[in-house]
C-alpha cells in the first residue's frame, strides 16, 4: 500500500511539475507574441539598391539614368512602391512623354539592420515625346498676346512639360497683379494629338475687377555699371542683409562668364529644412560639386527681415521653403522644384538631388 501511494505521489508531482513547464511555456509565447508584433507592426523601411529599366525605347540612356537615380535610396512610407512609380511615370509626363505609364515588381536582396534592401525592375511605356503645337489666347484686355507669350512659358515648337502649366499660370497671375488685377484667373486646357506627338493650348484669362487700392510693386532700378561694379561673391547661406536683385542680378554675369546656368535655392536660415538642405550639400562633397560644375548657386532670403519680393517678382510664386529656381544665364526661367521628392527618411537623398541636377 505504502509503495502504491508513493507511487501516486511521485506521479502526483510530475503531473504538477508538467503544468508548471506548460504554464511557463505559454507564458513565454504569450510575452513573445506581442514583441513580434511589436517588431512587425509597421512596414519595413526600404532601401532600393537598384533600379533596372525595362522598355522606353524612346527613351534616351542619359533619361533612363536619372530616372534610375531619382528612383534609388531609402523610403518609410508604407505605399512606396505605388510612389515610386508615380514619380517614374511623373518625370517622364514632364519630359514630355504625356502618355507614359510605368510598372514595378520587386526583387529582395536582403534585410540587413531592420532594413529591406531590394531591387527594382521598372518597366516603361513612354508613347510619343509630345511638342507644344500652338497656344490660343483669350480673355486677356491688359496685355497683347505677344505680350503674354513673352510672360508666359508656352513657346510653340518646345517640348512640352506638365510642369510649364502651373509655373505659366502663377506667371501669368503675377503679370496681372502688377497691373492691380490681383484676383485674375487663368485657366489652362491641353488638347492632344498622340498620331502627330502634338499639343495645343487653350489659356482663357478672366482678368476680374482691377483693384482700387493695388499699388505695384516699388522696387530699384540698377544700372548695368552698378552690377558690373558689385564684385561678385558667392552665396553660401541665405542672408537678409542682401538685396536678392543685384545678387540674382550679379550671378547672372557669373553665369554667362562661366557658361552655367543659374540655380536660386530660396529660404530662410530659422527654416529647418532649408538647413537640412544645406547640410546634404555639406556632408556629400561629390553632390556639391556636381552642383557646382553646372551652376551657379545663390542662396536668396525670404525671411521676415526681407522677403525680397522684387527680386523674385518675375518668377512662379513659392509653394513652400526651401524651393528652388533654375535659370538660364540670361535669366529665363527653365523650372521650380519645391523637393517634396528629394525627401527620404532621413532628410534628403543625394541621389535624387544628383538627379535633378543632372537634367540640366
Not at 529582395?108 to 531590394?118: A, F, M, N, S, T
Not at 510653340?156 to 506638365?162: A, H, P, Q, Y
Given at each position: 500500500m505504502r509503495n502504491r501511494s508513493a507511487r501516486r505521489v511521485v506521479a502526483l508531482m510530475y503531473s504538477l511539475v508538467f503544468l508548471a513547464l506548460a504554464g511557463i511555456a505559454s507564458a513565454q509565447s504569450k510575452s513573445d507574441t506581442p514583441f513580434q508584433n511589436a517588431t512587425t507592426a509597421g512596414p519595413p523601411i526600404v532601401v532600393v539598391d537598384a533600379v533596372k529599366?525595362?522598355?522606353?525605347?524612346?527613351?534616351?540612356?542619359?533619361?533612363?539614368?536619372?530616372?534610375?537615380?531619382?528612383?534609388?535610396?531609402?523610403?518609410?512610407h508604407s505605399d512606396w512602391l505605388a510612389r515610386?512609380?508615380?514619380?517614374?511615370?511623373?518625370?517622364?509626363?514632364?519630359?514630355?512623354?504625356?502618355?507614359?505609364?510605368?510598372?514595378?515588381?520587386?526583387?529582395?536582396?536582403?534585410?540587413?539592420?531592420?532594413?529591406?534592401?531590394?531591387t527594382v525592375l521598372l518597366a516603361l511605356t513612354a508613347g510619343p515625346r509630345y511638342s507644344i503645337q500652338t497656344v490660343y489666347w483669350a480673355g486677356s484686355s491688359v496685355f497683347s498676346t505677344a505680350q503674354l507669350e513673352n510672360i508666359g512659358?508656352?513657346?510653340?515648337?518646345?517640348?512640352?512639360?506638365?510642369?510649364?502649366?502651373?509655373?505659366s499660370e502663377s506667371l501669368l497671375r503675377q503679370a496681372f497683379a502688377t497691373r492691380g488685377y490681383n484676383q485674375t484667373l487663368v485657366a489652362l486646357q491641353?488638347?492632344?494629338?498622340?498620331e502627330a506627338g502634338k499639343v495645343a493650348i487653350c489659356v482663357d484669362i478672366t482678368e476680374g475687377p482691377k483693384s482700387a487700392e493695388?499699388?505695384?510693386?516699388?522696387?530699384?532700378?540698377?544700372?548695368?555699371?552698378?552690377?558690373?561694379?558689385?564684385?561678385?561673391?558667392?552665396?553660401?547661406?541665405?542672408?537678409?542683409?542682401?538685396?536678392?536683385?543685384?545678387?540674382?542680378?550679379?550671378?547672372?554675369?557669373?553665369?554667362?562668364?562661366?557658361?552655367?546656368?543659374?540655380?536660386?535655392?530660396?529660404?530662410?536660415?530659422?527654416?529647418?529644412?532649408?538647413?537640412?538642405?544645406?547640410?546634404?550639400?555639406?556632408?556629400n562633397p561629390a553632390t556639391t560639386a556636381l552642383r557646382d560644375k553646372i551652376f551657379i548657386a545663390v542662396h536668396v532670403d525670404v525671411s521676415e527681415?526681407?522677403?525680397?519680393?522684387?527680386?523674385?517678382?518675375?518668377?512662379?510664386?513659392?509653394?513652400?521653403?526651401?524651393?528652388?529656381?533654375?535659370?538660364?544665364?540670361d535669366g529665363k526661367l527653365l523650372g521650380t522644384e519645391d523637393m517634396t521628392d528629394?525627401?527620404?527618411?532621413?532628410?534628403?537623398?543625394?541621389h535624387r538631388i544628383e538627379a535633378f541636377l543632372l537634367k540640366w
Open positions: 529599366i525595362e522598355g522606353g525605347a524612346e527613351i534616351s540612356l542619359d533619361e533612363k539614368a536619372s530616372i534610375a537615380n531619382k528612383l534609388q535610396g531609402e523610403t518609410a515610386l512609380k508615380a514619380n517614374a511615370a511623373r518625370q517622364l509626363q514632364n519630359d514630355g512623354f504625356l502618355d507614359a505609364t510605368a510598372t514595378a515588381k520587386v526583387e529582395p536582396i536582403r534585410l540587413l539592420d531592420g532594413k529591406e534592401h531590394v512659358l508656352l513657346r510653340v515648337g518646345d517640348v512640352f512639360r506638365t510642369s510649364i502649366l502651373r509655373d491641353l488638347q492632344k494629338h498622340p493695388g499699388k505695384p510693386l516699388q522696387c530699384k532700378q540698377y544700372s548695368a555699371q552698378d552690377i558690373l561694379n558689385t564684385p561678385f561673391v558667392p552665396s553660401l547661406t541665405y542672408d537678409p542683409e542682401i538685396d536678392g536683385q543685384m545678387q540674382i542680378a550679379r550671378a547672372q554675369l557669373e553665369a554667362q562668364r562661366t557658361n552655367k546656368k543659374l540655380l536660386l535655392i530660396v529660404g530662410d536660415s530659422s527654416c529647418g529644412w532649408c538647413r537640412l538642405l544645406d547640410q546634404t550639400f555639406q556632408r527681415d526681407n522677403s525680397n519680393e522684387c527680386a523674385l517678382r518675375a518668377y512662379p510664386k513659392l509653394t513652400g521653403i526651401p524651393f528652388i529656381y533654375v535659370l538660364d544665364a528629394w525627401e527620404s527618411s532621413d532628410g534628403y537623398d543625394r
